[in-house]
């Protein structure tokens, strides 16, 4: 294997949901980004057995008393010196406002010196036309917007955040657009993108702005793996902390506000671009190998997977077994979480 690392060395502020089995939340993103060498403080919202996917577990979630006593506890021992804060899942909207205070404090203290701090927010609300948060979550969330630095949304997030309803790629670009002039958010990225269910291929859009707020957008369409996993979320956000970190070291931006490009830079050019391009490349190779795995998970299993599907009120012991097998299998494919193989390229997407 080799032991090459992305990345300068980096020190992330991660906060979001643990579980103690399988990948989601901070469980997913510190080891994807430790695995890619950053050096990774986990502040955890949650804590519980297993994720909700399952539709049974038992845990705790941090009150937002807590999330700011933990900090307040780095602060006071001077553990704060990190170069980038990657949020997700906060269980209320109070802990969302926790955890934009803790955001807003560690960029006042990093003003001195452009670029030294970035915030990457998964604004984590629901996906598919379905909220899992309360509904005060997302005007929460949208208070965060304008001090954050680069926002991973899906599709529908995306959607709840601009107040466009997104049903093609004009109107995916209206929201984009109204994002960075209402917001004045540097870096978008909109994931899970897909107009037919039907369709063989996601897309993921992103867009860094230009000094006048206007979008440079670009597209790549990846193949849809016929598989639900968990986790893919955090996996995306983790993978773009590496990525970009990495591409905005190569084009010498480290020390530029929010790691912007120039304007005559062009979309496909963006460091953003060239890391959701290799963000891309080791998701789907990670994913493939799950699926793979969970598909031989389960003829292994076929007799008890039969035997259940024959019986009344088995139904839960059935998805039980398929959300284990589908589980992302991580510690097996570092290597393509450090060495990914590009295969899907940005395109402009045209305004």
């Known amino acids: 294997m080799s032991t090459d690392l992305p990345v300068p060395e980096t020190r992330v502020l991660a906060i979001a949901s643990h579980v103690v089995y399988g990948y989601v939340g901070n469980t997913m993103a510190a080891f994807v980004m430790q695995s890619c060498g950053c050096e990774v403080a986990a502040l955890n919202t949650v804590q519980f057995s297993n994720h909700t996917g399952y539709k049974q577990f038992k845990g705790t979630k941090a009150s937002a008393q807590e999330i700011r006593d933990i900090y307040q506890g780095l602060k006071q021992s001077y553990l704060t010196d990190f170069d980038v804060m990657l949020s997700g899942y906060a269980p209320s909207a109070e802990a969302v406002d926790a955890v934009g205070a803790i955001g807003r404090d560690l960029k006042l203290t990093s003003m001195e010196k452009p670029g030294s701090f970035f915030w990457v927010l998964d604004p984590v609300m629901g996906d598919e036309g379905r909220l899992y948060v309360n509904e005060d979550v997302v005007p929460a969330y949208k208070n965060l917007l304008r001090d954050a630095d680069l926002i991973v949304p899906n599709q529908f997030e995306a959607e709840l955040l601009s107040e466009v309803k997104i049903t093609s790629f004009s109107t995916l670009v209206e929201a984009v657009t109204k994002l960075h002039n209402t917001h004045h958010i540097p870096h978008i990225i909109v994931t899970s993108v897909s107009f037919d269910a039907a369709s063989p291929t996601l897309s993921v859009v992103g867009s860094t702005a230009r000094a006048d707020g206007s979008p440079r957008l670009f597209k790549i369409d990846i193949p849809a793996i016929d598989c639900f996993f968990s986790g ?15 591409a ?26 060239k890391a959701a391009e290799k963000v891309l490349a080791s998701m789907h190779a ?23 599907e024959k019986e009344k009120g088995s139904e839960n012991r059935m998805h039980l077994l398929k959300t284990k097998a589908a589980e992302v299998r991580l510690v097996r494919n570092m290597e393509d979480l450090r060495q990914p193989k590009v295969q899907y390229h940005a395109q402009p997407l045209e305004t």
């Open 232 to 246: 893919t979320g955090d996996m995306f956000a983790a993978l773009a902390v590496v990525r970009l970190r990495e």
């Open 248 to 273: 905005v070291t190569d084009a010498n931006l480290n020390n530029t506000t929010s790691w912007l490009s120039p304007d005559d830079v062009n979309a496909v050019d963006l460091p953003l671009a």
């Open 286 to 308: 990670v994913l493939e190998k799950t699926k793979k795995a969970r598909d031989e998970a389960l003829k292994a299993m076929e007799g008890l997977v039969g035997t259940l």
